[in-house]
């Protein structure tokens, strides 16, 4: 990060992302300018249905027993369990799907360049628009609320969204500003 980056990325951790009038839009909206133009580089499936999609530049990961991992993007975003994958007219597969069939769609959108990160409802979800006519939503239809993330893995990136208590939710992050 240039000094000049760093400077931006302080400038905006002392106005608190998440107070006052700023419950997260403005992050999602940082996020979206950060995000747009780069490639999912990298995708993967957790524990059930839950998805991990990786953008940008991917850094290997080894787990506890020295094995390779699933690598990290510079940006990362995690969908729980709930959601879907989308082509213009239609869902091509979701959390429900056979393993076989969402695991072939996932495979499918490494290389895929975001275009735009949005939210829609009134509980936020959260919706990545791709290349190619492809959209990855969070869909929860479950009680309790969505549960997706957007994480920055950069040295000071910004700080993880989420939603918590039916909004967009900026997760404290340690600041290397002084």
Request: with cysteine; net charge negative.
């Amino acid at each position: 990060m240039s000094a000049a980056d760093e400077r931006q990325h302080c400038n905006k951790s002392a106005r608190g992302y998440g107070t006052g009038m700023n419950d997260g839009t403005q992050l999602l909206s940082d996020y979206r300018d950060v995000l747009s133009d780069i490639f999912i580089t990298h995708a993967w499936r957790g524990h059930g249905s839950a998805i991990f999609l990786e953008l940008g530049k991917l850094t290997p990961k080894l787990r506890s027993d020295g094995s390779s991992g699933n690598p990290d993007g510079e940006f990362t975003l995690m969908i729980g369990w709930s959601w879907r994958i989308e082509e213009a007219d239609h869902i091509v597969c979701g959390s429900e799907s056979e393993v076989e069939v969402f695991e072939h769609w996932l495979r499918k959108l490494v290389g895929r360049k975001v275009l735009n990160v949005t939210t829609f409802g009134r509980i936020p979800e959260i919706m990545l628009s791709l290349s190619d006519d492809l959209y990855v939503s969070s869909f929860m239809t479950a009680e309790g609320g969505p549960e997706w993330a957007l994480m920055d893995h950069r040295t000071n990136g910004l700080p993880t969204l989420m939603t918590k208590k039916g909004r967009l939710w900026p997760e404290e992050r340690r600041s290397s500003c002084s």
